[in-house]
């Protein structure tokens, strides 16, 4: 149930970031501020990583480096890099192909298609990658979900005055971008490295990378009081503190699942739209959060009852091991289903 929560409260700490852009530096360019967002977020992972590994060490003594976690992030194979390049290149491309979506499609339209398209695009990979049926409640979850998101996207269309093709592709583009960075993280965490580690390294490139491009595109903004606090909020909240809570969720879940707890982030979005910009609310955008909700409740409840079947020793086993393992239906691996029947 904690690594479900902890997905969550990171969804509802990415679903800020458009209301903090409204409020504290609406007329600055999405590009400079997505640069400004990895910049400092991904900064700060990284040096989280570096701590948590240091703290680690002193933990454990001596042995500390002899562990896969330290082991492998101060010395990554081949395989790694290429894991850790990939998943820093999805970062990197989902700000802009997010942004040009909103651009061409609008706001509304361009947001739900990126997040709508990317659970079901990770599973799909997921899938493919793993010959592995990610399960049926994400199934069912999944679905439900995008049936509320092409609600809301249908309500904002009108809004927006039409999705044209180049937005809806770059809104696509961006949720594929979500999928790659996602099952790259997951993939380093199944050979044995540490959430934070993950994290830290992936967004900390990424992070690195992003800083010549803030420069570039303009970081006057960051210098008044409102622009400073967009900045260490979209940073420090809906970057680092956020996917902190998401690689904790995503070493013990699948991608597949994790991706579709997200969809809580435009859910939030629009909640703090009504709730704090005064946004107004069309009878099918109601419509489309409401069922958009259930998708969510579905998949929570699923992983929930899943979980619950095993014995105490097995879901301990599971809450340790959780970055390979899950069940079929809600994210854990089907050897430890196989394993509880075989203790019975």
Not at 194 to 209: C, K, L, P, R, W
Request: glycine share 14%; net charge positive; hydrophobic share 55%.
């Amino acid at each position: 149930m904690v690594p479900l929560l902890l997905v969550l409260l990171a969804a509802v700490c990415f679903g800020t970031t458009g209301t903090a852009q409204a409020l504290g530096a609406p007329e600055v360019s999405a590009f400079s501020l997505g640069s400004a967002r990895l910049a400092i977020g991904g900064t700060l992972l990284g040096a989280w990583a570096l701590f948590a590994v240091r703290h680690r060490r002193g933990a454990r003594g001596t042995t500390a480096k002899f562990t896969p976690d330290a082991a492998r992030l101060r010395r990554p194979n081949r395989a790694h890099l290429g894991l850790i390049s990939l998943g820093a290149l999805g970062v990197l491309l989902y700000q802009p192909l997010f942004f040009a979506g909103t651009a061409g499609s609008g706001v509304a339209v361009g947001t739900v298609l990126a997040l709508g398209s990317a659970p079901v695009l990770t599973g799909l990979l997921q899938w493919a990658l793993e010959r592995r049926f990610p399960g049926l409640s994400w199934g069912v979850a999944t679905a439900i979900a995008v049936l509320g998101v092409a609600l809301i996207a249908a309500a904002g269309a009108g809004d927006a005055g039409g999705a044209n093709l180049a937005g809806i592709a770059a809104s696509i583009g961006a949720g594929a971008s979500y999928s790659v960075y996602t099952l790259s993280a997951k993939a380093l965490m199944n050979r044995g490295w540490s959430a934070d580690g993950t994290m830290g390294v992936v967004f900390g490139v990424a992070g690195i990378v992003s800083v010549p491009l803030l420069l570039a595109s303009g970081a006057e903004w960051m210098l008044t009081p409102a622009g400073l606090a967009t900045a260490a909020w979209l940073g420090v909240v809906t970057t680092t503190i956020a996917y902190l809570c998401f690689g904790a969720g995503l070493a013990k879940l699948q991608a597949a699942t994790v991706s579709t707890l997200t969809l809580a982030e435009p859910l939030t979005a629009s909640i703090l739209g009504l709730l704090v910009l005064r946004e107004q609310l069309a009878g099918l955008e109601a419509l489309g959060l409401i069922v958009l909700a259930a998708g969510i409740v579905v998949l929570v409840l699923g992983s929930t009852a899943a979980f619950q079947r095993f014995s105490p020793a097995t879901k301990m086993r599971l809450a340790v091991n959780g970055a390979t393992t899950g069940t079929a239906a809600a994210g854990i691996h089907p050897d430890a289903d196989s394993a509880e029947r075989q203790q019975r």
